[in-house]
């Protein structure tokens, strides 16, 4: 059974950073994207950075040459690396991984969620 974990929130000061990390267990994967959202207090989720196996990465606008998005693929773990961080990147940020696993018959390709951790920077 897939199963992700997140870690590495927490509060922190303006200008502060915060590394999150988001770890899928469960089985042999292929990691074919990990996707990094926020949902504000009162506000709907949004899509902060993506990247797909192969490298190629994007980010919203907000966050460009502030935030890192990277993964690791022998520990099957997505990180996001949060630099100068502002008031506004307060939010529960969440990771979404699409993977494909490849011990089972036939190979299963599906989407998974993290449960989720707070980062909250204070002025």
């Known amino acids: 059974q897939v199963q992700l974990v997140e870690s590495g929130g927490g509060l922190v000061q303006t200008g502060g950073s915060l590394r999150l990390s988001c770890a899928a267990s469960?089985?042999?994967?292929?990691?074919?994207?990990i996707g990094w959202y926020r949902q504000p207090p009162g506000k709907q989720r949004e899509l902060v950075a993506v990247?797909?196996?192969?490298?190629?990465?994007s980010y919203v606008d907000s966050v460009k040459d502030r935030f890192t998005i990277s993964m690791d693929n022998a520990l099957n773990t997505g990180y996001l690396q949060m630099d100068s961080l502002k008031p506004e990147d307060t939010a529960v940020y969440y990771c979404?991984?699409?993977?494909?696993?490849?011990?089972?018959?036939?190979?299963?390709?599906?989407?998974?969620w993290g449960q989720g951790t707070q980062v909250t920077v204070s002025s």
């Open positions: 979404s991984i699409d993977l494909t696993v490849i011990n089972s018959v036939p190979w299963r390709r599906s989407g998974y």
């Open positions: 469960g089985g042999t994967f292929r990691i074919n994207s």
């Open positions: 990247i797909y196996n192969g490298g190629s990465t």
